[in-house]
T-cell receptor
């Protein structure tokens, strides 16, 4: 039972480079999320998806893009890396039922990204 | 969206109960209180959640005041491995999505 798997675990990018952070879950969860966490701060939502083919912006979407072609995968794309995107990125998923049937999030172990 | 207020840090001796408070005075009737913790930059880990009644599981207990404006997470016998940042979260429900909003949490340091 792998849960939520993120790759890579660490990455150093140069300013202006692009990369894709991978996220895969094997729990057949409909809802998936991308968060970023700056040092000493809480998590901020970047993008989320309620199912294959459906994505929406979170609190801090600028500079990022996502896609959700399958239930399992939710990659996060950085097109032109900037130093402000240096952060730890967490992917998460949950079943996302209604108001009363809500299950806890499962988080991946994170990707530590440094932009220099 | 209901906001939460937590003390930035707390200390607890190993073996003693750790009581972590959280204020959420603007919580609405259908919003749940969730607690997560994050150990040393790992992904956050779900602990417990509740609506009105007190809840207990194998990790912790959650006490919610009658007016629901505050709650307390109780770790009954804290160990060194409980040293972490603890987040009190009120679930935000928007349309068909259910999002968690994380604040800065309480950094709990368990000491010998």
């Amino acid at each position: 039972n792998a849960g939520v798997t993120q790759t890579p675990k660490f990455r150093i990018l140069k300013i202006g480079q692009s990369m894709t952070l991978q996220c895969t879950q094997d729990m057949n969860h409909n809802y998936m999320y991308w968060y970023r966490q700056d040092p000493g701060m809480g998590l901020k939502l970047i993008y989320y998806s309620v199912g294959a083919g459906i994505t929406d912006k979170g609190e801090v979407p600028n500079g990022y893009n996502v896609s959700r072609s399958t239930t399992e995968d939710f990659p996060l794309r950085l097109e032109l890396a900037a130093p402000s995107q240096t952060s730890v990125y967490f992917c998460a998923s949950n079943e996302g039922q209604g108001l009363t049937l809500w299950y806890g999030y499962t988080f991946g172990s994170g990707t530590r990204l440094t932009v220099v | 969206d209901a906001k939460t207020t937590q003390p930035p840090s707390m200390d607890c001796a190993e073996g003693r109960a750790a009581n972590l408070p959280c204020n959420h005075s603007t919580i609405s009737g259908n919003e749940y209180v969730y607690w997560y913790r994050q150990i040393h930059s790992q992904g956050p880990q779900y602990i417990i959640h509740g609506l009105k009644n007190n809840e207990t599981n194998e990790m912790a207990s959650l006490i919610i005041t009658e007016d629901r404006k505050s709650s307390t997470l109780i770790l009954p016998h804290a160990t060194l491995r409980d040293t972490a940042v603890y987040y009190c979260i009120v679930r935000v429900f928007t349309g068909t999505a259910s999002k968690l909003t994380f604040g800065t949490g309480t950094r709990l340091q368990v000491t010998l």
